[in-house]
């Protein structure tokens, strides 16, 4: 009988979940001698559910099991309402809590005596570290102002509470805070930079449902291993799989194809995309119109946006403007909500002219037609000197992009080791964007 990998990994779970529930509160006493001895059980004093928070981000649910105050095991949880995501988490995380008791690992407060950097230190007790630093922070709040401190939340092993506190703290006392996007130079600044949020929609469950997936930087068979499944599935599913990365990764291994590109060229290589998409009609305008800020009117003197406070007095500077084209006339819209007012036609190009406010006149044009002539910059051939990408090879990425929908980028952390990392992050938005793969089910970046 043919089983299919879904199938085996429920049958795998479920004789895991039947074995932990016979002996939950028991785990197996390493010292015996394999093949002689029979290994006995010792029991354990409680089970606590826990969440593994490592740098990867998966925030897979666990187990701990606790002998005499210490871990001694780790488990799946395997309990999340969502089946597909049961069971979840890697060997890396089973063996995480070994760090726990690692002979480097501090578990004293440590104040400098010595000079800075002369590694001379002295332990010292919770509550004289926790003074020390209400006392600095007191000194610094009452003479600088409580705005003058700013409260980093680092991404790893922090845990969710104390992250939570943090934020609280600053919030309670006055003080700044930032994200851990905020001073990581590599994570995703293109991400809130462009959509608002940390990250986008795309959940990695979602990925199953795609058509087309275009890995770039990204090696999710390596580094997010519990959600590695869901690329597989698209596979199965019949899904596309190209990866473009320097190295030949453990997923470019399982992709239809690897595309070598040089590094750090990733941007050189999305604007090529978006070219191409463009010049071969396979841009969905629409969406362009609708959903992004594409048809905003930008001023040509200024640069900047042109706001409902140019045209009239009185008018808001949080309003924008967008050239009607069916009342061929200038639109105000606001940014409560998305979409355009109803019978608005935006245009994506041209030059008008508008009166302003204060009297005179000035030239506008959608912000569209900026990026339009900036792609232009970026044939394929032009990408090809730069990336080392075949031109041909990158018009037929980019029609198989645009019509195999729905499409899914998964940028990995490589393009954000680069200088100007944000750039590449949002020439990929850009392809996105322009194929209407945002806010889909099976389409996202």
Same mark, same amino acid.
């Given at each position: ?213 275009? &890995?770039?930087? %990204? ?6 291993? @519990? !959600?590695?499944?869901?690329?597989? +599935?698209? #596979?199965?599913? /019949? ?66 946006? &042109?706001?409902? %406070? ?6 808001? @500077? !949080?309003?924008?403007?967008?050239? +009607?084209? #069916?009342?061929? /006339? ?66 037929? &990425?980019?029609? %198989? ?45």
């Amino acid at each position: 009988m043919a089983v299919d990998r879904r199938s085996f990994l429920k049958g795998a779970a479920g004789v895991a979940g039947v074995a932990a529930g016979a002996g939950a509160t028991t785990v197996a006493r390493p010292q015996v001698r394999r093949g002689r001895d029979r290994a006995p059980s010792e029991t354990v004093d409680r089970v606590v559910r826990t969440t593994c928070s490592p740098n990867c981000t998966g925030s897979c649910g666990q187990l701990a099991f606790v002998r005499d105050g210490r871990i001694v095991k780790i488990q799946q949880a395997a309990d999340y309402p969502d089946a597909a995501y049961n069971p979840r988490g890697c060997m890396k995380g089973l063996s995480y809590h070994l760090q726990l008791y690692g002979e480097d690992r501090i578990t004293t407060p440590l104040i400098r005596t010595g000079e800075r950097g002369s590694g001379h230190f002295r332990k010292a007790s919770w509550s004289e570290a926790l003074d020390r630093v209400a006392d600095g922070f007191k000194e610094i709040g009452e003479r600088h102002g409580w705005d003058s401190i700013h409260v980093f939340g680092q991404v790893p092993g922090s845990g969710y509470v104390q992250k939570g506190a943090n934020y609280r703290a600053s919030a309670v006392l006055g003080m700044t805070h930032g994200t851990s996007f905020d001073f990581n130079g590599d994570l995703p600044m293109g991400m809130p930079i462009t959509f608002g949020v940390q990250n986008a929609e795309h959940e990695a469950k979602d990925w199953a449902n795609s058509r087309f997936l275009l &890995l770039v930087g %990204a090696n999710p068979i390596e580094t997010r291993i @519990p !959600d590695a499944k869901f690329l597989l +599935d698209a #596979a199965d599913n /019949g899904a596309r799989i190209v990866v473009v990365d320097p190295t030949y990764s453990g997923t470019a291994a399982k992709a239809d194809s690897w595309i070598r590109i040089q590094p750090g060229t990733d941007a050189a290589f999305a604007l090529s995309l978006a070219w191409t998409i463009l010049d071969e009609g396979l841009a969905d305008l629409d969406f362009m119109r609708t959903y992004t800020d594409a048809a905003l009117l930008v001023r040509s003197d200024t640069g900047r946006r &042109l706001r409902e %406070a140019d045209l009239r007095p009185g008018g808001s @500077p !949080d309003r924008y403007v967008v050239w +009607d084209r #069916a009342g061929d /006339g200038p639109v105000t819209i606001g940014t409560d909500r998305l979409g355009l007012p109803p019978g608005v036609d935006a245009a994506l190009d041209g030059r008008y002219e508008v009166t302003l406010a204060g009297g005179g006149s000035a030239e506008v044009t959608p912000g569209f037609a900026r990026v339009r002539a900036e792609l232009d910059r970026w044939t394929p051939e032009a990408a090809e000197k730069v990336t080392g990408i075949d031109p041909e090879m990158i018009r037929k &990425l980019a029609r %198989a992009y645009a019509t195999e929908s729905p499409a899914a980028i998964l940028m990995g952390g490589g393009s954000n080791h680069w200088y100007h990392g944000d750039l590449q992050g949002r020439a990929l938005a850009l392809c996105a964007a322009l194929t209407g793969n945002i806010g889909r089910s099976g389409g996202g970046f």
